[in-house]
């Protein structure tokens, strides 16, 4: 193992084979945030999504699709290029993957791939515990799913993050207010059928706690574009206030903690939540 992947591991505490796992997917994230770099990507996309707020706001939770967005329009636009530098960037530190292109849907605006390795290769490659190793079956795989929104809503603004590991490099990502809008538009509009994605409640405390506005003509704009609100429609502070306590009050809580709780690091820090919980959170958004 080379020094630099010695270093990253270091950032961890590593006692169970999950602690090693999400590890692994970490490491890998943050090489092909640094295999993208390299190939130009950021000059016309930024990063955005739960594994953005974890890796360059210190979202204190695991987060496993890489999400991106041009920065303008482009249905034109093709991942396969950057795909092959991620690519090379992740074996030149000794790890096996393979990239499956997706494309788009005829229906979509979502360019999409997956970075798939076997667990136990990659495992070997961090130079893991016999113990640990010996957990996963033989076929399973480690996955990490990259998406790109070719056709992105207008009104957000970017800034430039730098990560230091294993290099120092930059990233292009949503600014922080365009982030919350982003991660409201998934709770009040991301299609679940019954499945309740508790980490979306989770990142929305996470935003909130921390005193960053929302912005919400970048979420007017998400929602007119997905069709949930009409083209003139108004979005204000009541509005808004109004549809997210009606999400509040139709969501099973305890299904919500049930998908949350792998990827956190603390169970406690979810014990509270219910609808009373989530409507005090609410009414302590502020607004940019």
């Not at 990507?41 to 890489?66: C, K, N, P, V």
């Not at 515990?129 to 990490?144: H, L, T």
């Not at 730098?162 to 991660?183: E, M, Q």
Request: glycine share 4%; hydrophobic share 40%.
């Amino acid at each position: 193992m080379n020094d630099a992947l010695r270093q990253m591991l270091s950032d961890y505490r590593l006692s169970k084979f999950e602690d090693f796992e999400n590890a692994l997917k970490e490491i890998l994230q943050d090489i092909a945030l640094l295999g993208l770099w390299r190939s130009k990507f950021f000059e016309h996309a930024a990063f955005y999504g739960g594994t953005a707020l974890r890796i360059l706001y210190q979202l204190d939770r695991f987060s496993e699709d890489m999400d991106f967005s041009l920065l303008k329009p482009d249905n034109q636009f093709k991942l396969d290029d950057y795909l092959k530098a991620l690519k090379r960037e992740i074996e030149s530190f000794g790890f096996s993957i393979s990239v499956e292109i997706r494309g788009k849907k005829p229906e979509s605006t979502i360019e999409s791939a997956f970075l798939k390795g076997g667990t136990i290769k990659n495992l070997i490659t961090i130079e893991a515990p016999e113990s640990i190793i010996k957990r996963p079956a033989s076929n399973q795989k480690v996955r990490i799913k990259l998406e790109v929104d070719t056709d992105p809503p207008p009104g957000f603004d970017t800034e430039t993050k730098y990560i230091f590991r294993p290099i120092p490099f930059s990233v292009n990502s949503y600014a922080l207010p365009d982030l919350f809008a982003g991660k409201m538009h998934a709770v009040l509009c991301r299609g679940w059928k019954m499945r309740t994605k508790g980490r979306d409640w989770y990142d929305f405390v996470w935003f909130v706690s921390r005193n960053i506005p929302l912005h919400l003509e970048h979420l007017r704009e998400r929602m007119t574009q997905s069709g949930h609100l009409a083209g003139s429609e108004t979005l204000n502070h009541e509005i808004f206030k109004q549809k997210l306590l009606k999400k509040i009050e139709s969501v099973n809580f305890e299904e919500a903690k049930s998908d949350a709780l792998p990827f956190l690091k603390d169970p406690d820090s979810i014990s509270s939540w219910s609808t009373d919980f989530f409507s005090v959170v609410l009414d302590k958004i502020s607004f940019l």
